[in-house]
Every structure is written in structure tokens, then in C-alpha cells.
């Protein structure tokens, strides 16, 4: 079965993030990555059509119960009706998880992957999280570009 | 986006199950569709087999949090991590339903599937349901053979 | 910690089902187990509202985001924001599950609780299903009123 | 129906944080509100425990399918089976959040009840968040003690 990986990021993001996103995509279906986004517009737009600018396969699991908010460069669209629930699967699915950008949303889908702790989570800029003591927690890998991202994840070494 | 259909069935089957999950991907995949089932063995395992033979996208949902048990037919698997929660996503999915066989698993996404009430859901053999009064409660489509199956959809009229 | 019992039912349910959801809560309360429902009207209601009689607690796992269309009768409310996928965690919560009347969505609970296997399935009235020879595939116990249907959940012998 | 108040928490956590809960525990349980929590230890049992001492209701969700590692001190637990996706459903179930400690799956609960956005959010220590210009995003509420903790959400004005 093909690598798959995951990449979150915000609904309403910045264009250096929209092509960071593109970009991410583009890489990944050119390694012959499935790449799992959450199906809707901003970075997760991005990541989908990069990814199909390459011929990839992508997957949108959507939180809605049916697909009519899809992306349109999506090759399947899991509409899950779970509600931001689906933040988890979106985790499961992945050998490595690249998050570009910041938002409420994509913070939790990034503690999820952390928390899970099985596979690499490299960010793309976003936001950042400090402990009590003003420390990272530690874990979090960060690159400064797609490619860099790609190589922190280790999938292709 | 492609039509999505969902092919529902129990883990362990009969050979005549097998051959017509087999058969329905074959056919399912031949019109383009893209194939979303519950990624592990029998009929899941033989509409994923059926839909690989003809080149097609077959999305496995697994109930578990991780693809270890996966089928090794599916082009992509999403471990879901939900148990049989799980099956409520796979009708979710879903232009049309096709239930292969059955079991208690596959009877919940049949309920499910008629429960949502939005698409067409088409039995290939299986269990059947009665009311109090010993009628079924109506709406279930039931066909002979694979093409029947497909036909009943209305999907391809 | 207390026993947990599931009860099961449709949204709009017959007179009949209604005395029997409504005396099932009622006496399971008086039992000190705390009932698990859907939360809405109908059966869910009904049982709920027995419960409610005889100073139990009882929990409604909602499909919906919010409470807004939580029955009156509850002591918690939890709005799981899942759909018709909240139908595996009410029998997931059960040391029993007890299932009034018939529909879709009964009869999805119904399966996915005798699909768990783990614990006593009782049905008062309701949905029969039959597998492909015409026989009840076995296991479903059945009652004829609701102190018999406490009975044969075996939690208080 | 009765107010209903989240609090989050690791499962390991210090004895400032424990006392913290459990004195959290106590006082919404005397303002007669729902305890909803994780179900298990650290902060989830500290604030079962607290709420149990005032005679207050306390709800466990579960991640786990059963409840054979639910916490001693809950009036329900609902084994939800969904891993962390059960997130998502602490947070919904809530009039307002309280976060006690931090912890990646706490910080998960943090981000979705800001994604979620309806409720007031209070910290009690625990993890800080900040922006790529090292801004905080804003909208987080922090207490400095239990009391405060429930005057910030507002509930009981």
C-alpha cells in the first residue's frame, strides 16, 4: 500500500501558506504519496490541487455528513459527519503529518498528532506552543520549506 | 468529483458472496466509480480485488486505529480508529449503497444506510427484515446479480 | 460504579411502546441503574421519563452538535455532534441493551449491539430479521413485557 | 436541565494541578452543575473526586470501547470507542471549558473548544499558545485559582 500523509492547515490562510500547501502537495504526489487533507478550502484546497497538479491521489475527510462542500480537486471526498471529530482520523491516516499555517482547528489536528505519537509531525510555520516554564514541549519537527518538510518526515530516506 | 458507491459485507463469506463482491467492484470500477467498503477481508476484500482488476479507486474505512489488518487491494486505508462507528461513515459516503451478503455488522450499515434515506440501497442475497406484522418495512432494492445490482442504482441511467 | 443499561427505540413510537419504555425506565431505575437512551422523543423519551419517576439518572448521547432538541427528562445531556454514528457509543455504554419498537435507526443499534456481542440484547416487540434461509440468525433474546425483559438481561439474579 | 461544565486535563499531572481540579470539581458540583471529564486518572480523577465529595453528577468519556479503566469516583462512563476523537465530544458537551494542566491531548481539547467557539474557555496553567508573530491568538480565558476559574466562565452571574 502507498505511503500516505496527512496535511492540515486553515480554512482562511495566507498566500505564502497557499503555495507552501500547493507546493507540499505537488512533492508528495510526486513520491507516490496518498495525500489526506480535511477536503475544504485555504491550505486544504492548496495541498489538493498541488497534489493533483501531480496526478496524486487525495482524500478530503470532510466533517460534514455529505460532500457539497468538497473541494473540487479532491479524487475521493469521505464526507464523515462527524464534526471536527474527524480532526482524529485525519491523524490516524497518516505516516507523517505536515501542518502549514495556524488556527484553532489546525492546533488541535496538531496536539492529535502529538498526542497519538507514532509518526513525525514537521510544521510549516503556524503556531507555536510553549509549556509552563515558556519551553516547547518538544517532538514538534520544523522546516522552513516543502521540501525540507518532506525530508524531516523520514519516509523518504 | 467521481460517483462514490459503498459495498457492504461480512468478513467471512460464502464463495457465491465473493463472486458477486468481486464481480460488483469489476463493474463499479469499469463505470468510474470510486469504491469505498470497510477495508478488510471477504466481501470486502473481493469488491476491493474486483475494483483493482478494472483499475479502480478503493477507499477501505477500517474500524481500527491503525491499517495493520488492512486489505492488500485498497489504493488508499483510512484507520478510522472508531470501531463500528465507523460504518456510519461508509454510508455516508455513499451515491448508492450495494449490501453483499449478511452478518450483524452489515445488517448496522444497511439500517444505517436506510436510516440516512438519501441515496438508493440495493441487497445482493442477505438477511431480510420484518415489521410486527411480519412485512418488510419497504425501500430496500433487492437484485439478483451484480449488474442488476448496479442497475438499480439509477446511477448510470 | 452503577450498572448501565442502553434503551433503544424510535422517535415516533406506538402507545404500547411507550408504556413499555416508560415502565422499562421505571423499573430499571427503581434498580439503581443508570439508563442510557438517544436523548430524543418517542421510546427515548418514554424511558427517560420513567427513569425520571423513579429518581434515576438517565443519559441521552445525542446525534446532533447541541442540546436544543434534548428530551426534558434527562439528567445529562451529551450532544455528540457524530449523526446516527452516536448509535454504536449507546450500546458500547451498556452492561445491556434493551430495544422497544422498530425503525432504521432501532434496528442499526440493534445489530451493532448484538455485532459487540459482549452483553444481553433484548427486544420488546419490534423489527424481526431473518438470514437468507429464512431463519432468525440467533442470539436476540425476547420478551413479552418489561419486568420480563429485566429478567432476561440475567444483571439481577 | 442542569449547567454542564468540561474539565480538561492530563492524565499525569502535578499536585498543584490535582488540587486544583479537584477544588474545581467541588464547587461546580455545588452550583449544581454536570462534571463532564476524560474518564480516567490525574486531573480527570481529581475532578471526579472533587465533584463527588459536593454530591454532583460526573460524567466519564471514555476513550477506550470499555470501562475497564474508568476512574472509581464517576457517576456515568461512556465508553465511547472513538480513541481521541472522543475529544470532540467533551468539548460539545459543554456551557463552558476548564482546563486545568497541560499535555497534548489537553491541548487538543483547548484548540477544539476555541474551534468550536461558542463557550467561554478558561485555563488554570497549563500550556500557552502563541501566534507566528508570538502573539497569543487571543479569545482564552486564564484563572489564577478554581474560584476564579468559575467566575470567568460566566455561568453563574
Redesign the interface.
Known amino acids: ?2 505511503v ?1 500523509v496527512s496535511v492540515c492547515g486553515p480554512r482562511e490562510c495566507t498566500e505564502r501558506e497557499w503555495d507552501h500547501a500547493y507546493e507540499t502537495g505537488r512533492l508528495l504526489a510526486g513520491r507516490g504519496a ?1 495525500v ?1 487533507c480535511g477536503g475544504y478550502g485555504g491550505v486544504m484546497a492548496a495541498v489538493a490541487a498541488g497534489a493533483g497538479s501531480a496526478g496524486g ?1 487525495v ?1 478530503g ?1 470532510l466533517s460534514a ?3 457539497s462542500a ?1 473541494g ?1 480537486d ?16 485525519i491523524v ?2 497518516a505516516d507523517a503529518v505536515i501542518v502549514v499555517g ?4 489546525t ?2 489536528e496538531l ?2 498528532a ?4 507514532r509518526v513525525p509531525v514537521v510544521q510549516l ?8 516554564e ?1 519551553r516547547p ?1 518538544g517532538g514538534v519537527l520544523h522546516a522552513a520549506d516543502p521540501a525540507e518538510a518532506l525530508r524531516l518526515t523520514g519516509l523518504w530516506e
Chains 1, 2, 3, 4 share one sequence.
Do not use: F, H, K, Y
Open positions: 500500500m502507498a500516505q496518498v489526506i491521489v482524500v475527510v455528513a455529505d460532500r468538497a473540487p479532491l479524487t475521493v471526498a469521505l464526507p464523515t459527519g462527524l464534526g471536527q471529530a474527524r480532526n482524529a482520523l490516524n491516516a495556524g488556527s484553532w482547528g492546533l488541535s496536539a492529535l502529538m498526542r497519538r505519537g510555520g503556524g503556531w507555536r506552543v510553549v509549556d509552563e515558556g514541549p
